[in-house]
């Protein structure tokens, strides 16, 4: 899949701006960044919007026009466009045109503008052009302007102010509006001809700053030995190296040149590098996401034709390294646990195979680190383990659970803060994994690293799952959410966050509710990306409080415009295979007042029990009423609501799930188990 996805961003980013960049040779000269002709190909880029969504722009492609107005913050005059162009909009909704705003001010915050879109109560998104690399490529000169785009040629074919009250000061945006420039724009769009009139001037709107335009003729100045090898080395060489993850090696200059419109494709469109988390929410550890100030160096010295420049070259130092075997921090494990191998199919679905080996530790063992190598990383698409234990013997000393995992891109796993994984004696280690077809036969056999401390850990790392098994999205529905949450009973440090779901998943964030009702946002993911999954470390463990709650709340395209959709026409439910859904988001932690000589296995019990109330209560009001069961999993529970609903008030309340899974009924006891998916 990876190789696809390759193909076709070298492809776009060729015929973005090979015949500029590359093929003649010659650089982007400052006049074309800084004046967009009409006629123009607006090239592909994904930004951030108010709302925290990610908004790719050739996503689009289906619409019949696509409209893109500049603005800033704190000005009457964007106010006031604003305005007018949510009427526009609004006119023009059923007719399917998008619309959007550009906010490439460089002072002005995403806060400030979610701010004063609830204060005008203008829904148009606002893109957060942070890196100013999309008004760059427009041409943006200053508030108001408006950007026509014709997504059948990626043309624009209108460029101007919205209508003549927004052309100049005066008569100002009171008056009446005589010359609708924006609005026959569109319709000529819409019936496939050009444009009355398509650049019309703007001299209204406050001036937007762009420095870059005004040292778009020392881009070529810019050094590949001393500016951008050394970022592509710390960014980018770990997965592009002989034998890494990466669909090709950076290994000397004349590779960069070859994949250069490539790189600036991926980095304008942000699937390069393969790191999501939003800068503004949290510090995570081995942060692989370019600085604005990294991503716009190497955009605007492609822009300029890649030159060569003086200087070594220091990527040529990367022809006879390969990746290594273990992680490099890490070395060689103290031991190695090899899986059976497994033959997997050219096609079809391959159900998930469990594979249990013997517990290889001869005591009671404390892991600071597991890593996974996959024998076929194009087939494996994960693995989750867990320690069982010899019901024939008595209870571990200690408690057992997970013992690694891999995803797609995933790191190894490194207990912080002083903690462990714990792995009793005796036993054994069960695998689960689970594969996907690619097309022609594959031998999978995959290997466990195991890092043994020499000494207990005074802390016992613990994972638990917020799961949304109650999960149910409509045919073809582009933009729906699912919300699940657990409530923590005591104080507790959150080391790991690590969101899944499969290819309708796109947007993911976690937030911690207080009891006081103090929300935090924990991690933000504006755009998922199904083939990079990896854990979100926090620079510094993250400490909950007693009684917060953790929400994970999910978006999903189940629209025949989400190209890695399986099927848009089905009703999607929980299910274990990627056709399927998952709305899943794991957390590693430690109870505050739990030791390796004081276990909390009590505080344990209450998390979970939570968690079948945060997987059904979708409005998170501490009960689960009928309406909120979805899916075959709520039809079973909701089989055996009457039952469960003890005080017959029409609600299940925390005391009345408990009861099911504690003292309950038989049958009732059994509804709910069987809602319970295999996590």
């Known amino acids: 899949m990876r190789a696809i996805v390759f193909a076709g961003a070298l492809a776009a980013g060729l015929g973005l701006v090979g015949a500029v960049a590359l093929t003649t040779g010659h650089g982007v000269k400052a006049a074309d960044i800084a004046n967009a002709s009409i006629g123009r190909h607006v090239e592909n880029f994904e930004l951030t919007d108010h709302n925290r969504m990610a908004q790719q722009l050739y996503y689009y492609r289906y619409a019949p026009a696509i409209v893109i107005m500049s603005r800033v913050s704190g000005s009457t005059f964007s106010d006031k466009a604003a305005a007018a162009l949510q009427r526009l909009s609004d006119a023009y909704a059923a007719k399917g045109v998008i619309f959007f705003m550009l906010d490439s001010r460089l002072a002005d915050s995403r806060d400030q503008v979610a701010a004063e879109a609830g204060r005008t109560g203008v829904t148009i998104p606002v893109l957060m052009d942070e890196e100013q690399l999309a008004g760059e490529q427009l041409g943006v000169q200053r508030e108001g302007e408006v950007f026509v785009i014709d997504p059948k040629t990626w043309r624009a074919a209108y460029h101007g102010p919205l209508d003549d009250r927004f052309a100049s000061a005066s008569p100002g945006p009171d008056s009446p509006a005589t010359k609708p420039y924006a609005a026959l724009a569109i319709d000529a769009v819409l019936a496939g001809q050009p444009a009355p009139e398509a650049d019309v001037a703007e001299t209204g709107g406050k001036a937007i700053a762009f420095p870059a335009r005004a040292n778009a003729a020392k881009f070529a100045a810019i050094s590949y030995s001393h500016d951008i090898a050394p970022v592509l080395e710390n960014k980018c060489v770990s997965c592009h190296i002989n034998g890494g993850i990466g669909p090709f090696a950076m290994n000397g200059y004349s590779v960069i ?23 503004h929410v949290g510090a995570f550890k081995h942060d ?23 200087g070594p070259d220091p990527l040529a130092a990367n022809a006879d390294r390969t990746a290594p075997e273990w992680p490099v921090a890490l070395g060689k494990p103290d031991l190695i646990v090899k899986l059976p191998a497994f033959n997997v199919p050219a096609t079809g679905i391959v159900q998930y195979q469990y594979m249990r080996v013997a517990n290889p530790f001869t005591g009671d063992t404390w892991l600071r680190a597991i890593a996974m190598k996959p024998g076929d990383r194009a087939v494996l698409h994960h693995v989750v383990s867990d320690y069982v234990p010899d019901r024939s013997k008595p209870a571990p000393l200690i408690p057992g659970g997970s013992v690694g995992s891999y995803t797609p891109g995933a790191e190894p796993q490194i207990m912080a803060d002083g903690s462990g994984a714990p792995v009793p004696a005796g036993g054994s280690l069960n695998f689960q994994m689970h594969y996907t077809t690619n097309g022609k036969p594959a031998t999978d056999q995959t290997e466990v690293g195991f890092y043994v401390m020499k000494t207990p850990p005074k802390y016992i790392k613990r994972s638990a799952v917020i799961a949304g098994f109650n999960l149910e999205i409509p045919p073809g529905e582009a933009r729906h959410t699912e919300v699940a949450y657990m409530t923590f009973p005591a104080d507790a440090w959150l080391y790991t966050l690590f969101p899944h779901a499969h290819y309708r998943g796109m947007h993911v964030e976690l937030k911690a509710i207080a009891p006081d009702g103090k929300q935090t946002m924990l991690l933000l993911l504006p755009k998922y990306d199904f083939n990079w999954q990896r854990d979100y470390d926090p620079v510094k463990p993250i400490l909950v409080k007693a009684g917060t709650r953790l929400v994970a709340t999910w978006v999903y395209d189940n629209s025949v415009h989400n190209f890695a959709n399986p099927d848009p026409k089905r009703d999607v439910t929980w299910g274990e295979q990627t056709p399927d859904e998952m709305m899943y988001f794991r957390v590693n932690y430690r109870w505050a007042d739990e030791t390796v000589a004081h276990p909390r296995g009590d505080l344990e019990a209450k998390l979970h029990a939570s968690m079948l109330m945060g997987a059904l209560d979708t409005n998170l009001d501490g009960k689960i009423e009928k309406s909120e069961l979805h899916g075959p999993m709520g039809a079973r529970l909701l089989a055996h609501f009457d039952e469960i609903d003890k005080d017959h008030d029409g609600t299940l309340d925390a005391d009345e799930l408990a009861a099911v899974s504690m003292r309950g009924g038989r049958r009732a006891q059994t509804a709910a188990a069987a809602a319970t998916p295999n996590l």
Do not use: C, N
Request: net charge positive; proline share 13%.
């Open 257 to 279: 040149k070859t994949m250069s419109p490539m790189i600036r494709e991926t980095i304008r469109t942000r699937r390069m590098p393969p790191y999501f988390a939003d800068p």
């Open 288 to 310: 692989q996401s370019l600085s604005p100030a990294e991503a716009k160096l190497i955009v605007h010295w492609i822009e300029a034709g890649a030159p060569r420049g003086d």
